[in-house]
């Protein structure tokens, strides 16, 4: 079950995970950050791509959103108006300064006095959480990604018991939670146990 965020607001993951989704579609992603206007106050994600300078912007615009359309982090309707694609080319200046340390910018693309935030790559964001598992039937289970700094709405995906041990690859849990979960499971009882793991798993795994 994929279920939107039920406040959307923007946070140091969401640049990630637009860059991740992107990636996956055959869009190249070179940089990702975010900025806030001072004059309006409002966040942005702004991507970076070589394929603006390839293709376009419109065109990008139109092949990203046909990747974000796919996913649940975001809806299409939050992103139209907190998203910038930029081209390597156009926004070559602000990155040299960007990756020098510079954090606040005269102008980036429409936007005038910015403040700059660096977000790193999504396998270097580490989470830390509760991975949820709830009995299903027929050997199997849900199970969702909760973690200490999101609230909103958990996306689930099924797992059945067999591939327990596939799932819970790139997860750091405590020793014996595995066995703990089975139990619980075999009783028909839903589980928790803590759980420490990269933005980019989550995402690989579909609990984003």
Excluded: C
Aim: proline share 4%; hydrophobic share 40%.
């Amino acid at each position: 079950m994929a279920t939107y965020p039920l406040v959307e607001r923007i946070n140091l993951d969401l640049p990630a995970l637009v860059a991740l989704s992107l990636q996956k579609h055959g869009i190249p992603v070179s940089d990702r950050f975010l900025i806030r206007s001072n004059e309006t106050s409002q966040w942005q994600v702004v991507i970076i791509s070589p394929a603006v300078d390839d293709a376009g912007v419109r065109d990008l615009y139109l092949r990203a959103f046909e990747a974000l359309d796919q996913e649940a982090f975001s809806t299409r309707q939050f992103l139209s108006s907190h998203l910038l694609l930029l081209g390597e080319t156009q926004a070559r200046e602000a990155l040299d300064r960007i990756r020098k340390g510079v954090s606040r910018l005269s102008s980036l693309g429409p936007y005038e006095e910015v403040d700059v935030f660096v977000v790193p790559d999504a396998d270097k964001i580490e989470k830390r959480g509760f991975l949820h598992f709830i009995p299903s039937g027929n050997d199997g289970f849900l199970v969702g990604f909760a973690g200490l700094d999101r609230d909103g709405a958990m996306k689930t995906r099924p797992v059945s018991v067999r591939d327990l041990d596939t799932f819970l690859a790139g997860f750091s849990v405590y020793e014996g939670d595995k066995q703990k979960v089975l139990d619980s499971l075999r009783q028909n009882h839903s589980e928790s146990i803590f759980a420490e793991v990269s933005l980019r798993t989550l995402y690989e795994k579909g609990l984003v």
